[in-house]
């Protein structure tokens, strides 16, 4: 199992656990160049409060080996013109490195924030997935560019705007997914799926996978490399009194997944749909401080990984090895002590 981080880094969780708080740009080099040094595979960027291809330029640079990645940059708000060039520039920049990760958004977002109409994600990200590759094909092989589709008719490539081939013209795509309509999408263009955290393991293999294999056979595709990066729950600390406290945080953020009914079938899968529904009205009426104690043990199991530091990386591997190629963890750094204790237990997941 491949082990990958988000941004930022520094002195604070490497895991990206504090949505409240923008990464700093002038520390991404640095931060990158940590995640090197403690052997990570890939460093990881979400679309929040920055730019995640700016953010993956820095980390580009100032990095040699590290493997670089969106998870996820927004796609339909870019043209896939847009897109295309950007992870065209990023693959040139760092050498074959870069890995595009793509989510759809929902619809709210994608008409009141981003001011677009909205369109049924799946056939929508399909096109825009092929649109990107056909783009990267003229560029690379010259071939005639003739995208004709529901939402992108794009046949114009003149030489000023055309960069030309590269030496790693293959960027792999993965998209994020939650419902089975994207995991087939994904089979049949992508090659890889970024679970949301609250899918559960059993989830990805008897829900999603069967699914993205579904979307394989559509196509005629090959599933030999294709990816699944999760991005797990985990409460994890170096004694059980700190644990404690990472575990109330957890069972929170189940609480607040539970009563999101984009997740919904996540829950549903394990038979808690009375739960989502009762969590989905706490919500609506702001109710937040109530709605970690409808998370018993029991549930907590089913959707986070829960240990010290001294057994959270088998826990992980026992978990996610059979379903995960590529997972995301880390513990807060703030000294070096957490340096060497971050690097130890990437070595014994990746010796598992």
Known sequence: MKIETLLPLGKVDPG???????????????????????????????????????????????????????????????????????????????????????????????????????????????????????????????TELDIKGEHYNINLMVPLFNPGPIEHPHIPIHLAAVNTVLCQVAGEVADGIRPHPVCSAEYIEKVMLPAVREGAEKSGRDLKDFKVSIKPLIATAADEEALQKKIVDVRA??????????????????????????????????????????????????????GTFDVIGKKLVDRYGKVATNAEFSIPIANEQDMETMRDLIRKIHAS
């Open 253 to 306: 953020r189940v609480a607040f997944y539970a009563s999101t009914p984009a997740y919904a079938a996540a829950f549903e899968f394990h038979g808690l749909s009375d739960l989502a529904s009762r969590l989905k009205i706490l919500s609506k009426e702001q109710r937040w401080e109530e709605m970690p104690a409808f998370i018993d043990d029991d549930v907590l199991d089913l959707f986070a990984t829960v």
């Open 16 to 142: 990206l656990r504090q949505p409240e708080k923008a990464l700093e740009i002038a520390q991404v080099a640095a931060d990158a160049k940590i995640v090197e040094d403690l052997g990570y595979d890939a460093l990881m960027v979400e679309e929040t409060k920055v730019d995640p291809f700016i953010v993956m330029a820095l980390a580009a640079q100032a990095t040699t080996k590290l493997g670089l990645g969106t998870a996820v940059a927004i796609a339909f708000p870019r043209s896939p013109t847009v897109t295309a060039m950007s992870a065209w520039t990023l693959s040139k920049l760092s050498g074959g490195r870069f890995t595009l990760g793509l989510g759809t958004q929902v619809k709210g977002h994608i008409e009141r924030r981003y001011g677009m109409n909205w369109s049924a994600a799946g056939p929508w990200i399909r096109e825009y997935v092929s649109a990107v590759r056909a783009i990267w094909d003229c560029w690379q092989n010259g």
